[in-house]
């Protein structure tokens, strides 16, 4: 089984790379992702189990890591004020473990 045909988009994230001398994070090479993107307010539970709303989610099959910068269909990745962040990423495996999918919340 494969998730190919459901991954009809690109994003663009740049995962975070260090923290600067001013404690401001810094950020890896851009990279591609295909991808499917819902868009819609939802309520979901944070790692921290705190209420919170999202405004899309991300299905890929590789891992958006946490604090990264992503940039949705349609905007333009070298803007950093339209880039997103996530509140949450969640996995989940086929029950063999032949297929894994990550759910990125934004």
Known sequence: MSLGGMLDATVTFSP?????????P????????RARVE???????GRDNTELQ???????????????????????????????RPLTVKRASSPGGTL????TYL
């Open 54 to 84: 999202c405004e899309a989610v991300i299905a890929s099959d590789v891992e958006i890591p946490m604090g990264s910068r992503i940039w949705l269909p349609g905007t333009n990745p070298s803007d950093n004020n339209a880039a997103k």
């Open 100 to 103: 894994t999918v990550y759910e």
């Open 39 to 45: 868009y819609g307010t939802k309520f979901i539970y």
């Open 16 to 24: 975070p790379a260090s923290v600067s001398a001013a404690g401001d």
């Open 26 to 33: 810094t950020f890896g090479a851009q990279t591609t992702a």
